[in-house]
């Protein structure tokens, strides 16, 4: 069954360090993938996806992802991280290969903390 | 604008009571879920339809009911609202076209079970 992984539950980063949050991923082929992000009291808004080709995608709010087959891998990047980016960051992907459906599975978050 | 509208955002509800929390899409998506969040864990699908008046159960079904009478409108049921029910609840939509789709979510409602 395809699964997700996010080894970190909670990162702490300082105002204008860098940010990489990890993503492992258990699929059968080469998936689509998510990245989620969860600001304080909201709903999920999508960061970024990834369609197979191109390994690194840029998103929003100047975060990227590299994807990497033989890692098994889609890690979440940021250069310089701003106190707006403290948020529980979900990576997901396709519950089913194949068919119709947006249904994801998704890890269980990572909570980024921003101190000045 | 596409959104998905979710009703109440919040709602203390009694042991054994009926709760039901409605969404509503304005996206034409013909996909609409309904997930729980726990606190400190992802989500998880507790059910979903690809068309109006059928339902599919998720991975989390049992002591949840739900309704699609148009395409535009979702309801999750607790029938009998327990305790461990206790959570925040997501629906989202997403338009056809398998796993690229990243389906949209709407802020949740956060329920409480006493």
């Known amino acids: 069954a395809q699964s997700v992984t996010q080894p970190d539950a909670r990162v702490t980063v300082s105002e204008g360090a860098s940010l990489q949050l990890r993503c492992k991923y258990s699929?059968?082929?080469?998936?689509?993938l998510f990245w989620y992000v969860q600001y304080p009291r909201q709903g999920l808004q999508l960061l970024l996806k990834?369609?197979?080709?191109?390994?690194v995608v840029q998103g929003v709010n100047g975060f990227e992802a590299e994807f990497s087959k033989s890692n098994s891998s889609f890690h979440l990047r940021k250069a310089s991280v701003h106190w707006s980016d403290w948020a529980v960051y979900f990576c997901a992907v396709p519950t089913n290969t194949g068919g119709l459906s947006g249904k994801l599975t998704f890890g269980e978050g990572t909570q980024v903390t921003v101190i000045s | 604008e596409a959104a998905v509208t979710q009703s109440p955002r919040s709602k203390v509800a009694v042991t054994g009571g009926k709760v039901t929390l409605s969404c509503h899409q304005t996206n034409n998506h013909d996909y609409m879920y309904w997930y729980r969040q726990d606190t400190g864990h992802g989500l998880r699908l507790i059910h979903y339809s690809y068309v109006a008046d059928s339902t599919e159960k998720g991975d989390i079904p049992d002591g949840y009911k739900a309704s699609r009478p148009s395409q535009e409108n979702f309801s999750l049921i607790l029938e009998l609202a327990s305790l461990s029910q206790t959570a925040v609840y997501f629906c989202?939509?997403?338009?056809?076209?398998?796993?690229?789709?990243?389906?949209?979510f709407g802020e949740g409602t956060r329920l409480s079970v006493l």
């Open positions: 990834y369609y197979p080709g191109d390994p």
């Open positions: 699929y059968f082929g080469t998936p689509y």
């Open positions: 989202a939509s997403s338009g056809q076209g398998g796993g690229n789709q990243a389906p949209l």
